[in-house]
């Protein structure tokens, strides 16, 4: 079990190092501590996946996300209204 998690962390790193050329940790690092990708401080850096929770039975969630590119530059918002089952209702997006 152990070879197996590791082998998947030494793969994360490589698909990650393809991606990011700049990614300034191994597998190993990470083993260690995975504090390295909280902190990589660049500025394309790696969400952290988030999954959704339906809402309660025969309700409805609306999730919203902004973000701004710099304090006065461009900026957008978006959202999603969704069903318990995870069927989109509407949605809406704009960029300022």
Not at 25 to 41: P, Q, R, T
Not at 42 to 53: E, G, P, S
Request: net charge positive.
């Amino acid at each position: 079990m152990t070879l197996l998690f590791f082998l998947i962390l030494t793969r994360l790193c490589a698909w990650i190092k393809a991606i990011f050329s700049y990614f300034p940790y191994c597998a190993l690092d990470l083993l260690i501590s995975a504090e390295g990708l909280v902190c990589w401080d660049n500025i394309k850096c790696l969400r952290v996946l988030t999954l959704w929770n339906p809402p309660d039975l025969y309700t409805l969630k609306w999730n919203v996300d902004g973000s701004s590119k710099g304090k006065l530059g461009p900026a957008g918002i978006g959202g999603v209204l969704r069903d318990h089952n995870g069927i989109v209702m509407g949605f809406f997006f704009q960029s300022l």
